[in-house]
């Protein structure tokens, strides 16, 4: 998508040199980052310069692709999967991370000698980089069709949108999960407004906000508890966000506050819908309650970080010495949401239509039982 009138993508190739957008200081400061190992593809994914289940997926592929140059030039097969293991424990809710990391290492196996083992990965990751924004262009494509179905019935006024966190193209690799359809939206013409969560702590909505900002999309930003009395007052006809893993049965894990907008939203009957690729589903959980949720340093609740005076500063907004916990995903029950948004059309919330739509699926079940 745009930044100042150019096209980027949040993880890029210039050669084999491996670019991302170091999204720590976003939205006052747009910086360009170099992965050159795999040590720093892990500070990368860990400590949030990029983030965002897809793109931390992708941030991954190329991450294997770095730790088989390693055990080349140490001539160590035993780092490869030594990676896979520090890689998969870098963040532990997104399931992209773990999907990239096992899909790279059955095709690593393939190579007979380090060389092709490293050319191997370098093309995977590729792929799975390409793929990623051809999978957010395709939920766009089927998303919109909602936003169309409530701009015709609101005889095309303006469709307003409630979004959490971000799950835009700067948490994926283009297009984004649950922006997909709001920019296919634009482009064809429906009139559209969005409603952005701050989403504390690390207030991921204003990397939305930056991005629609960035397309020209009407948005405002609201406090995190806004959304319910939106949704009361008649202000808000969707709500799409993204997820960062989603059992078979089609519960949802996301950034920490989704389920509220989930229950929120059911009290009012407002359709909650879920955006998300082929690779955010956990084919081995059956439901939600066994997904892992990711506990972040008490100091990203304690402290906030903003632009004063051109300096990006963190100061102390808690009493220093009261303790705090930072959880940051929850999971919204398959039954507070209306539809999950894929790369192959919108789903029902049950396990049967879920293999239904994605009947590869099955056989990776299957597999799996028989490894
Ligand atoms: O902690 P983050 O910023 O990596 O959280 C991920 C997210 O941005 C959201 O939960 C998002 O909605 C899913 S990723 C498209």
Not at 272 to 294: C, H, M, Q, R, W
Request: hydrophobic share 40%.
């Amino acid at each position: 998508m745009k930044v100042n009138g150019k096209h980027f993508r949040s993880i890029w190739l210039e050669g084999k040199k491996i670019k991302v957008i170091d999204q720590r200081n976003l939205p006052h400061k747009f910086e360009i980052e170099e992965l050159t190992n795999l040590e720093e593809v892990i500070t990368a994914i860990k400590d949030m310069h990029v983030r965002g289940a897809p793109l931390i997926g992708a941030t991954a592929g190329f991450g294997m692709y770095l730790a088989v140059k390693k055990a080349e030039e140490k001539k160590s097969e035993e780092i490869i999967e030594e990676s896979a293991k520090q890689l998969i424990q870098a963040r532990p809710t997104a399931v992209d991370l773990k999907w990239t990391v096992e899909k790279q290492l059955k095709e690593i196996k393939k190579g007979n000698s380090f060389k092709e083992k490293k050319e191997i990965a370098f093309k995977t990751a590729k792929k799975i980089t390409d793929n990623s924004a051809e999978q957010c262009r395709k939920i766009g494509e089927f998303g919109v069709k909602l936003i169309k179905e409530i701009s015709e019935k609101k005889k095309a006024k303006t469709v307003n949108i409630l979004t959490h966190c971000n799950a835009g193209w700067l948490a994926c690799v283009d297009f984004g999960t649950a922006t997909a359809p709001i920019y296919k939206a634009q482009k064809n013409g429906i009139k559209i407004h969005v409603w952005v969560d701050e989403t504390r702590p690390r207030l991921q909505g204003m990397l939305t906000s930056w991005e629609l900002m960035q397309q020209k999309i009407p948005h405002t930003i609201i406090a995190d508890n806004t959304g319910g009395h939106l949704m009361q007052k008649g202000l808000v006809d969707l709500c799409i966000t993204g997820a960062d893993r989603v059992a078979l049965n089609g519960d949802a894990a996301n950034k920490i506050g989704t389920y509220l907008k989930a229950l929120a939203a059911k009290d009012n009957e407002i359709p909650f819908y879920v955006a998300l690729p082929s690779s955010t589903f956990d084919l081995n959980l059956e439901n939600g309650k066994n997904i892992p949720i990711e506990e972040r340093n008490e100091n990203e609740i304690k402290f906030i970080k903003g632009l004063n005076k051109e300096k990006i500063t963190e100061v102390l907004i808690a009493p220093e010495k009261s303790s705090a916990r930072n959880f940051g995903f929850d999971v919204t029950p398959a039954r507070l949401i209306a539809g999950l948004i894929t790369e192959k059309g919108i789903c029902k919330l049950d396990k049967k239509s879920i293999l239904k739509l994605f009947p590869e699926f099955k056989k990776r079940l299957i597999n799996d039982l028989n490894e």
